[in-house]
């Protein structure tokens, strides 16, 4: 794929909808997401958050609608190009999914995985310029300390740093970060999204992050975007986000 500027959708989805069985999951989605942007997506558990972020993996199908990364539409993609596709999506989780026996530098090796040999791989053999990548991602998100010690011995801030670290290596273009914060802390949620906001800027990546918490959305995105039982019910700008958008998107 092409390098993209900051005026160009990096991700881009129109009339995206899902169904499972007679329930409708998602309905008629419509966004964007810029290179170097950060983009929240509010709502409350079972509004198509999760299921919105596995459509543009392609880890479910979406039953409509169009998905694309960069200027590939993800739908139409199969065999390589849906591999080389997908390992430009960096994927951060709220229970981090990190190989807990292993080092945080050999987790972060894992991003590398496309990249390198199967044999390699298997005796964890990277070649060096991969270990030095990582080396430096670790540095960057303030790990490379850490970077020996096993991942079950991180706390849980350290460990959301080691996947963000993962992600950078994996030299992701789009990073969707579904519920990253959620088993935080404050403090340390805040310095999760505060590194993720910094790394969209720095490296012209797309962030689409999904969050409950209203407050760290207007405070860390460019734009929020509210789910309610799978509709769009508002895109903002962080900045004009109001108490009227938080009750529409969380009223019982």
């Known amino acids: ?4 500027s900051a005026a160009d959708p990096a991700i881009r989805i129109v009339g995206l909808s899902k169904r499972f069985g007679d329930r409708i999951v998602l309905d008629d989605v419509s966004f964007e997401v ?5 983009v929240a997506i509010l709502g409350a558990s079972g509004a198509g958050k999760t299921t919105l972020f596995r459509c543009v993996t392609r880890l479910a199908q979406s039953d409509g609608g169009q998905i694309f990364l960069g200027e590939h539409a993800i739908r139409n ?3 390589r190009q849906l591999s080389i596709a997908r390992g430009e999506i960096g994927l951060i989780f709220q229970q981090f999914n990190l190989i807990r026996r292993l080092s945080a530098l050999d987790n972060v090796l894992v991003g590398r995985l496309g990249e390198v040999p199967t044999w390699r791989v298997m005796l964890r053999r990277f070649p060096q310029r991969d270990r030095q990548l990582a080396l430096a991602a670790l540095d960057r998100v303030g790990m490379l300390p850490y970077a020996l010690q096993r991942a079950d011995i991180l706390s849980g ?3 959301q740093r080691v996947a963000i670290a993962r992600a950078l290596a994996q030299q992701s273009r789009f990073v969707l970060a579904d519920e990253p914060v959620a088993s935080l802390d404050p403090q340390s949620a805040k310095s999760i999204l505060s590194i993720l906001r910094d790394i969209a800027r720095e490296r012209m990546i797309a962030v ?3 969050l409950h918490q209203v407050e760290f959305a207007i405070q860390f995105a460019d734009r929020v975007i509210g789910l309610r039982a799978g509709r769009m019910i508002a895109d903002r700008p962080a900045a004009a986000f109001a108490e009227a958008d938080h009750r529409m998107i969380f009223a019982t």
Do not use: N, P
């Open 1 to 4: 794929m092409t390098a993209l």
């Open 34 to 38: 810029a290179a170097g942007e950060v």
């Open 77 to 79: 993609l199969g065999g």
């Open 157 to 159: 801030g350290q460990q």
């Open 208 to 210: 689409l992050v999904s």
